[in-house]
């Protein structure tokens, strides 16, 4: 259809057009190879971001996020190499990764008595329809020792719902061994609202696009979404947090509304683990 398009918008669109995707498709293949290689070659790194508790002030939970950092390509943001990861299958592999160095990070912390509180991990919807998924989970926190209730999973509502019966006994096994599990970009997706109560949740993250009107005396629907979702969440004994805080009057308009949770560039941005140590450690009690 591109290139019926293409040929019909005259005679220069074809070469114009064909040329532009010829590039983006060698930038993708390159960007492949040498994702292949990033692990190996040391230019995956996790950055680390807080999410604090509105009641007591604290630090609860910490998100690692993935960057990667290649000489030749420069800074890749994951929104464009997670996708990609995902449809090369490297994403399992990236997946591992990610979840072994998160863990570790974690029990380095305990040991260090820096209080984070619990490490969440992103996991992609491929990696949680492998067959081996919970194994890996697991195994993780073994070789780490790593309590398990130290481990939350972030997953999109299509993750976790989108194959109904195997998800539904995979996030039950993960429940049982202790493993907390958080609905990601809550509000973006399709899937229907019947799943909250079949499965066991332990936090829902309301998406961060609700999230960027609110207290700007606008129309009020983010408002009443926001309100609906948090009392939803309070009412079915779920942990409600707001991603993308930016700003005080986004933070005043969720404590209003009694959310329980924040995260974003108003606290802090994702951090070096260096970085963010200090960073907990200043809000510590006492530091
Ligand atoms: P996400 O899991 O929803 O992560 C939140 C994203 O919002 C992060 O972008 C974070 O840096 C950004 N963010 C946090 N606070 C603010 C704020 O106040 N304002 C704005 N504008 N942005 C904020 P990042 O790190 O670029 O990651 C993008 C997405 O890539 C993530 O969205 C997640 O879906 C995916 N991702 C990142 N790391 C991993 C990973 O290790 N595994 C998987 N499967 N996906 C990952
Ligand atoms: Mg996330
Ligand atoms: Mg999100
Ligand atoms: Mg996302």
């Given at each position: ?7 019909h918008d005259g ?36 950055h680390y971001q ?238």
């Open positions: 259809v591109a290139m019926y398009r293409a040929k005679r220069n669109g074809y070469r114009f057009y064909t040329q532009e995707m010829h590039e983006r498709s060698s930038r993708l293949l390159r960007m492949e190879t040498l994702l292949r290689q990033a692990a190996a070659r040391g230019e995956l790194h996790l807080p999410q604090i508790d509105l009641g007591s002030g604290r630090c609860v939970g910490v998100e690692a996020l993935l960057r990667w950092n290649n000489p030749e390509l420069g800074a890749i943001s994951p929104a464009e190499f997670i996708p990609l990861a995902e449809e090369t299958g490297l994403i399992s592999q990236l997946g591992q990764w990610v979840l072994r160095h998160a863990v570790q990070q974690a029990r380095r912390w305990l040991d260090d008595g820096v209080p984070f509180g619990v490490m969440a991990v992103n996991v992609s919807t491929i990696q949680l329809r492998q067959k081996d998924f919970m194994q890996t989970v697991a195994d993780s926190l073994r070789e780490a020792g790593l309590p398990s209730d130290r481990l939350e999973l972030e997953m999109t509502e299509s993750a976790a719902f989108g194959n109904a019966e195997a998800a539904v006994k995979l996030l039950d096994e993960l429940h049982r061994s202790g493993v907390r599990i958080s609905i990601d970009d809550f509000g973006t997706g399709y899937s229907s609202l019947s799943y909250l109560k079949r499965i066991h949740i332990d936090k829902l993250k309301i998406d961060r696009s609700f999230v960027r009107d609110l207290g700007q005396d606008s129309e009020g629907e983010d408002e009443a979404m926001v309100e609906a979702i948090i009392h939803m969440a309070r009412s079915l004994k779920v942990t409600v947090i707001a991603e993308g805080v930016e700003t005080l009057e986004q933070l005043e308009s969720l404590r209003l509304r009694r959310c329980h949770e924040v995260q974003g560039y108003f606290f802090s941005r994702p951090l070096p683990p260096g970085e963010l140590e200090a960073w907990l450690l200043r809000q510590a009690p006492g530091g």
